[in-house]
């Protein structure tokens, strides 16, 4: 594969997210999909990845695998033409949405998961 094939799948890659974030808040995207395409949107924006880029070749993983599999799958979830206007939209908006409330919602999102998970898996002293 050539770099420039790789940088325009890049590209389209990053356009169908941003398309995702405009689909997530479009009324005329069905409920399931706004929930999934949410959900795909805010993890592929969010700097906190599900596994650390640090760990060799695994870290680098839901960039290259989970994300473009979540955004293929809501792609088919949104019907065809409102994914096109999506599309459209997203080309002309140049750089990605930019939101301190949005981030501090994923910060606080990803901070009550690992309060809670350490809650789970904490041994007691009992």
């Given at each position: 594969?050539?770099f420039?094939?790789?940088r325009a799948?890049?590209?389209?890659?990053?356009?169908?997210?941003?398309a995702?974030?405009?689909?997530a808040r479009?009324p005329?995207t069905?409920?399931?999909?706004?929930v999934?395409?949410?959900?795909?949107?805010?993890?592929?924006?969010?700097p906190i990845?599900?596994?650390?880029d640090?760990?060799?070749?695994?870290?680098?993983?839901?960039?290259?695998?989970?994300?473009p599999?979540?955004?293929?799958?809501c792609?088919?979830?949104?019907?065809?033409?409102?994914?096109?206007?999506?599309?459209?939209?997203?080309?002309?908006?140049?750089?990605?949405?930019?939101?301190?409330?949005?981030a501090?919602l994923?910060?606080?999102?990803?901070?009550?998961c690992?309060?809670?998970?350490?809650?789970?898996?904490?041994?007691?002293?009992s």
């Amino acid at each position: 594969m050539k770099f420039e094939t790789l940088r325009a799948w890049a590209k389209t890659l990053k356009r169908d997210v941003l398309a995702l974030w405009i689909a997530a808040r479009d009324p005329r995207t069905p409920w399931y999909a706004k929930v999934a395409a949410a959900s795909v949107a805010a993890y592929a924006l969010s700097p906190i990845d599900l596994i650390p880029d640090f760990i060799p070749v695994i870290g680098y993983l839901d960039d290259l695998i989970i994300v473009p599999l979540g955004i293929f799958f809501c792609i088919k979830m949104i019907p065809s033409d409102l994914m096109d206007e999506f599309r459209m939209k997203a080309a002309e908006i140049e750089g990605r949405p930019v939101s301190k409330y949005a981030a501090a919602l994923i910060l606080l999102l990803w901070i009550v998961c690992g309060v809670w998970l350490m809650a789970i898996w904490w041994p007691s002293k009992s």
